[in-house]
């Protein structure tokens, strides 16, 4: 079950693939979920992939030559499908296996990892899908709960002082450094969980996008718990 009463105007929910590809955004509304309720054993999937590096790349023939009980066997056969569904759709789906993310340590003032909320920015138009099979999944932000980074007092002040150059390349100085893209919770704001399993298509900023971007974060993870994640 999905809480959606923190954004009930940001988010639709929709029954099959086709409504969550076609509907338009509009409004307030830059969210739209496909709600379901997997079969299948993720876990077995994240447990078989030779995990070196913090994050790995499972292609699609890694993973059916998975040797594979039948749980484990279903849950490939949904993956594959999400796969198939999304690359007809024009899309370039990525499975990964996440242990975690790279943190900014480099600015601890303001850190511009994939851990703070944000916002997905392109040139060109196109939507950021996302499903979390296995693990911790990720998070949204509803926008009037969130604000601009950048236009917080303290924070913009603090930037300027560590640009130091003339005023007219301030902005462009925050969109070289993804400064600009990176939002704060407000007091009181509640984030919402995009569940396990649930495929997700949210709202990119890019030029001819006629509602607010999706602000999103990945989650902590669990310590020790690999995460299965869906993405493009």
Not at 20 to 35: D, K, Q, R, Y
Not at 85 to 106: Q, T
Not at 200 to 207: E, S, T, Y
Request: hydrophobic content about 35%; aromatic content about 8%.
């Amino acid at each position: 079950m999905i809480d959606l009463s923190a954004a009930e105007n940001q988010i639709l929910c929709v029954t099959n693939f086709q409504d969550l590809v076609s509907t338009p955004f509009h409004g307030e509304m830059n969210a739209i979920c496909w709600p379901r309720e997997l079969t299948g054993d993720f876990s077995e999937i994240v447990e078989k992939i030779n995990l070196n590096e913090n994050i790995a790349t499972v292609e699609e023939e890694e993973l059916c030559e998975l040797q594979l009980s039948e749980p484990g066997q279903l849950a490939r056969e949904i993956i594959l499908d999400d796969l198939k569904l999304l690359k007809a759709h024009g899309a370039s789906p990525i499975l990964n296996v996440i242990k975690h993310y790279d943190r900014d340590e480099m600015d601890t003032f303001f850190p511009t990892d994939v851990y703070s909320f944000h916002i997905d920015r392109s040139p060109i138009p196109t939507d950021t899908f996302l499903c979390t099979y296995y693990g911790e999944p990720s998070e949204i932000l509803p926008n009037s709960q969130g604000k601009k980074k950048v236009l917080i007092s303290e924070i913009r002040d603090e930037l300027k002082k560590q640009y130091g150059g003339a005023d007219e390349g301030f902005e462009s100085f925050l969109q070289e450094h993804f400064y600009d893209l990176h939002y704060q919770a407000k007091a009181g704001s509640r984030a919402i969980s995009l569940g396990n399993g649930h495929l997700w298509r949210i709202a990119v900023d890019h030029p001819e996008s006629d509602v607010p971007p999706c602000i999103h974060r990945a989650p902590i993870e669990k310590s020790g718990q690999t995460r299965l994640l869906l993405i493009c």
